[in-house]
């Protein structure tokens, strides 16, 4: 059987013979011999938002959407989330394999020590507005810290690919803390190069004062971790697209990492946690969610924290989160909202409208509402999903800029706009 479609132009009676690549591609550059009558260029294929297009190869990370299945580099979500840190998984996420002993040690060394920010850049947050939304401040400063590293426009030195690599990691939990104490008005606290990731940017967070000793529960830690290694990586999502797309174009990678924070700020990707917080808490009680319920059916608005473009079954990390919202309500106290939220999960997955469009709970119906309980303010939730998630902006950017078949992202278009007309 051969390995390719046939495809007849029923406009012209021509015939031509397109490969199918693996058994589950074309190369939408083999349309190009099929001529579009009275124009030279070939047909294209019109896909708003990329839904059947594959726009890279990757072999980072896998979904299969209808089975509900993640994994990094082949291993499971789960496994991972339960037996791995995030400082391992950010290094499988980025080198492709998890850490021998001495790498590992030689990898958090390395980020630890590159979580300081240059004075400097801490005056530029200074400069924001006292209520500046911190995914704003995280998109303007991850743009500047381009202009402090000049060398690392060389994206194709892997020497300096790397220690971008450690820069970002390292400084992004940094600048997310300083957006957040900046707009409470709280002296930032510097990183301290003695404690673990998550401990240091909860402390850089929460910790009162320099003079104050502040100790983050370790449950707490724990279930942050456990979060971070739920987000570090989704494939080609909207940000990484965008991480990916900006990077065909060969800037350095803070440039790159502050357009993949812009699309993550959407409401429809990093931002959904927050709307699910907002969500909840306008419904207010169990018995108000039947009407929300007809609000969403009626086509009026979205339940947030439902429905993913590509899983059409329970998402993975959002079974893994519910699971751990006990542990971390045990240190916090229950979330009052979680019973709201529960009741509308309920409702929502007995009734045919979502059950028809496939419709589960996402990794941000649950995220939100811990996050709230250990104190995390909600505008600086999609922040909290920027940290980890650049683990795999990175690996998907360093992917790109190393594929000798990835060319500059730019896209065909199907133009409906005036044919020629000459101004009068
Ligand atoms: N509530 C109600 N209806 C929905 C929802 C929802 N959350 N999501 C999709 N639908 C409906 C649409 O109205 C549409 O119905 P129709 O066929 O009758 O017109 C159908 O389901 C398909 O929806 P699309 O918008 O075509 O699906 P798409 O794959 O483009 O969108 C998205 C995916 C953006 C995530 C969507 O489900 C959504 O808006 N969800 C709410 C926001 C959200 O939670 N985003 C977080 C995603 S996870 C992440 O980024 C980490």
């Not at 909860?202 to 449950?219: A, G, Q």
Request: net charge neutral.
């Amino acid at each position: 059987m051969p390995n390719s479609l046939t495809v007849r132009d029923n406009r012209t009676g021509k015939e031509y013979e397109i490969p199918v690549e693996n058994g589950y591609y074309i190369k939408a550059a083999d349309l190009k011999q099929i001529k579009a009558p009275g124009l030279d260029a070939g047909i294209v294929s019109y896909d708003p938002g990329l839904m059947q297009t594959a726009s890279v190869k990757s072999r980072i990370t896998f979904i299969d959407g209808d089975k509900g299945i993640l994994r990094y580099r082949g291993y499971p979500i789960d496994e991972i989330a339960e037996k791995k840190n995030y400082m391992e998984t950010a290094y499988l996420v980025v080198n492709g394999e998890f850490p021998t002993k001495s790498q590992y040690d030689e990898w958090v060394h390395n980020i630890t020590y590159h979580t300081l920010v240059h004075e400097n850049l801490k005056n530029f947050m200074m400069g924001f507005r006292y209520d500046a939304h911190p995914m704003g401040m995280m998109v303007a400063t991850l743009g500047a810290l381009s202009t402090y590293y000049p060398e690392a426009k060389l994206v194709s030195d892997a020497q300096v690919r790397m220690q971008q690599i450690f820069r970002l990691i390292g400084k992004i939990p940094t600048i997310a803390a300083f957006s957040y104490r900046h707009s409470t008005g709280w002296p930032y606290v510097d990183p301290s190069n003695d404690i673990g990731y998550v401990e240091n940017f909860l402390t850089m967070m929460f910790k009162p004062s320099f003079s104050t000793r502040y100790e983050p529960d370790p449950v707490l830690v724990k279930a942050l971790d456990v979060l971070f290694i739920l987000h570090a990586d989704h494939e080609q999502n909207c940000s990484a697209n965008a991480m990916r797309s900006v990077g065909s174009s060969r800037p350095d990678p803070y440039s790159c990492a502050a357009a993949a924070t812009a699309a993550l700020y959407g409401p429809l990707h990093g931002g959904a946690n927050e709307e699910v917080i907002r969500m909840l808490k306008e419904i207010g009680s169990v018995d108000k969610v039947p009407a929300l319920i007809q609000e969403v059916k009626a086509g009026k608005r979205r339940l947030m924290g439902f429905g993913h473009r590509v899983y059409k079954n329970y998402d993975p990390r959002a079974k893994i989160i519910k699971k751990m919202a006990d542990q971390v309500f045990q240190v916090t106290g229950r979330n009052p909202l979680l019973d709201i939220a529960l009741e509308l999960e309920r409702i929502a997955l007995s009734d045919d409208y979502f059950i028809s469009r496939k419709l589960y709970p996402n990794v941000d119906f649950y995220s939100g509402l811990i996050y709230q309980s250990m104190g995390f303010p909600s505008d600086i939730f999609p922040v909290l999903f920027a940290i980890p998630r650049m683990s795999g902006w990175l690996a998907q950017w360093q992917e790109g800029v190393t594929d000798p078949e990835q060319k500059i992202v730019r896209p065909a278009q199907v133009y409906l706009g005036s044919d020629l007309r000459h101004v009068p």
